[in-house]
């Protein structure tokens, strides 16, 4: 396998890392909110190539797979990227489906599903965030989003590698 386009595009992220960090949530917001326009402009385009791709009928029972493994995934992902943004902003928790506590006294957030579709569309799929030692259900408000609590925060990229025959986890997609 070839990794020099990505090796590039890798490249470029860690180039302007500084310049994402350094960008107001107002600004960010509106990146999403752009992007999320682009991809309504993009999505017959979208699932055509995916399913010419797969050699399916876009139309047909099997072209479902290509709306959800595609715009479906990543338009709930800015959704839900602009939420938690924007409750950042406002000072209170993003949604969070559900909170209890490991034997271990670990905190535990259920985030995925969000909502009776996700339930519906990715049965039996779901996603916790396991919180670090010291996380507290009464003080979790002060360890979501720390990033833009720091007075100076640094920018780092980081790969999600995924080895899934179809699409990434909802929310890994960014």
């Given at each position: 396998m070839n990794t020099h386009a990505l090796d590039n595009d890798i490249a470029v992220l860690a180039a302007h890392k500084q310049q994402w960090v350094e960008l107001p949530i107002a600004r960010k917001l509106a990146l999403?909110?752009?992007?999320?326009q682009r991809l309504r402009d993009a999505l017959e385009v979208w699932v055509e190539v995916g399913a010419q791709v797969r050699h399916t009928d876009p139309h047909s029972?099997?072209?479902v797979e290509e709306w959800l493994t595609g715009p479906y995934i990543v338009g709930t992902s800015i959704v839900?990227?602009?939420e938690t943004l924007t409750a950042?902003?406002?000072?209170?928790l993003p949604a969070i489906?559900?909170?209890?506590?490991?034997p271990s006294g670990q905190l535990v957030a259920e985030v995925f599903p969000a909502n009776a579709s996700d339930s519906l569309l990715f049965n039996g799929i779901s996603v916790e965030?396991?919180?670090q030692d010291g996380v507290t259900a009464q003080n979790l408000h002060?360890?979501?989003g720390g990033f833009y609590q720091q007075p100076q925060p640094q920018g780092r990229?980081?790969?999600v590698l995924g080895a899934a025959i179809s699409a990434p986890s909802p929310r890994s997609t960014f």
């Open positions: 999403l909110q752009r992007t999320q029972p099997w072209g839900g990227y602009s950042i902003t406002a000072g209170r489906r559900r909170l209890y506590t490991r965030v396991w919180m002060q360890h979501i990229v980081a790969l």
